[in-house]
């Protein structure tokens, strides 16, 4: 079991000592004069095993155990240690041959730091421990590095690698168990065979339907916003977005749609139905919740492509208008070239705007040139509504598929929204006379009003 998770070398790693860090070596290889009286309290313990001793005392708070091979330990923690107790470190080569000694040792450490041997009762309770961390983390290797960190603040000898990996092991099995258990009220006959008809080729969309959730959108195209308004619908139809998931810990949810969504459907079927079904369960209501964020994402973008679109046409319009107004421009400049001149009468004025300073034909041609008095958004709707067309594919599915909200300032805003949806609804093509137009930016405010006035419901309709 333990290979399964730690290969052979690895397994003999954790049973010795591994690297340590200045800052390490400086917290948990410090002697204060406890611990020295400690070591050497003065009936004849020799060099080595006082030096022995007093790397067990160290070792045991950095690992949460101590390692068979004492000689092993890190020879600058050695030397620390030797330093401060005044002995040759060589002197540990010399310590524990008899492995009755190193035993007697922990025992004397694990008393003097109050640490205790992992017994049934403090087995179980890093069980309960693991449990409940399995069922956020499914990682063999976080697990065991988590139930080791609680050993040690529990200060629990930690028992060999083996024993620690089968405890984990054990608790990812119960967590499997207790997850099928929290959701057992959602798996009626009907849910259950709903889930698994989405491990089933659909032939209308010749996929399955998981195969088909998993499939994003390359561009923010009406085709693809209405294909995701039409996964929002489908997982509606299943109840994907009123599920209740909440027993279950957030973190447990998004690994168990991971993995539904890394898996085939072949592999799915091959599970157990305790295992399946909460993957496709959790799966479905993350589902709902990714297709409902995919279809507001489209639909902006869509929409932005154009206003983006409409933007650029009113600022090429304005250049063209700049350049056709360059002859009126010239015009006017001579106009004040003559009004403004104080040598020049008043009743002098009109013959040379009229005669021979600028004459009527150029006064006529700037009269038929004369262009239409912009808007105020310079006509930045007008070219937004050249796209209404596209917009309509997928804007009423959009309106449809999703419900909005707001504050009280945004009433008039989602009334307006709800007679959208009625319109689209109905087929019908007059807006009420008394829909709200509060929300309507002052920039764009002369466009509806216009259409209003001149009884042109259709343009109003756009706007």
Not at 287 to 303: G, R, Y
Not at 382 to 407: I, K, M
Request: proline letters at 6%.
């Amino acid at each position: 079991m333990a290979t399964q998770v730690f290969a052979d070398e690895e397994l003999e790693r954790l049973r010795g000592f591994p690297e340590i860090g200045r800052d390490e070596l400086a917290r948990f290889f410090t002697l204060t004069p406890a611990d020295v009286a400690f070591v050497d309290p003065g009936r004849g313990r020799g060099p080595a095993d006082r030096l022995g001793l007093a790397v067990a005392l160290c070792t045991l708070p950095w690992l949460g155990f101590v390692p068979d091979k004492v000689l092993s330990a890190p020879p600058v923690a050695v030397a620390r240690l030797a330093e401060q107790l005044g002995v040759d470190p060589a002197g540990l080569r010399s310590y524990g041959r008899r492995a009755k000694t190193r035993t007697e040792h922990l025992r004397l450490v694990a008393k003097y730091l109050g640490w205790r041997l992992p017994t049934t009762l403090e087995l179980k309770e890093l069980d309960e421990f693991l449990l409940a961390r399995a069922m956020e983390h499914d990682s063999p290797t976080l697990l065991f590095r988590l139930g080791c960190e609680y050993l040690i603040s529990a200060r629990v000898i930690r028992p060999g690698p083996v024993t620690v990996v089968e405890r984990v092991a054990h608790t990812r099995a119960e967590a499997q168990r207790e997850t099928f258990d929290r959701l057992a009220h959602e798996f009626t006959e009907a849910r259950c065979a709903a889930l698994d008809g989405l491990l089933i080729t659909d032939p209308e969309i010749r996929m399955t339907r998981l195969r088909w959730l998993a499939t994003g959108p390359v561009e923010a195209s009406p085709a693809a916003v209405k294909a995701e308004v039409a996964k929002l619908e489908f997982l509606r139809s299943l109840g994907a977005d009123s599920l209740d998931l909440s027993a279950l810990p957030a973190e447990r949810r998004r690994f168990l749609a991971t993995v539904g969504r890394r898996l085939t459907a072949q592999a799915l079927e091959r599970r157990d139905p305790q295992r399946r079904h909460p993957i496709l369960l959790t799966l479905l209501a993350q589902s709902a919740t990714d297709v409902l964020d995919e279809v507001v994402q489209l639909f902006d973008q869509a929409i932005s492509a154009r206003e983006s679109n409409a933007e650029r046409k009113m600022r090429d319009a304005l250049a063209e208008r700049g350049k056709a107004g360059e002859d009126r421009q010239a015009l006017l400049d001579d106009l004040l070239a003559i009004i403004t001149d104080p040598q020049i009468s008043d009743e002098q004025i009109g013959g040379l705007i009229r005669g021979e300073r600028i004459g009527w034909p150029r006064l006529r041609s700037a009269v038929t040139q004369a262009a239409l008095r912009l808007p105020r958004d310079h006509g930045h709707l007008a070219a937004l509504d050249g796209s209404y067309g596209y917009l309509r594919q997928f804007t009423p599915q959009v309106l449809a598929a999703v419900r909005f909200a707001g504050g009280t300032a945004s009433a008039g805003l989602l009334e307006a929204l709800e007679i959208l949806r009625e319109l689209n609804a109905t087929g019908a093509r007059r807006v009420p006379a008394d829909a709200p137009d509060g929300f309507v930016p002052a920039r764009w405010r002369g466009y509806p009003e216009t259409a209003a006035k001149s009884g042109n419901t259709s343009a109003y309709r756009h706007y």
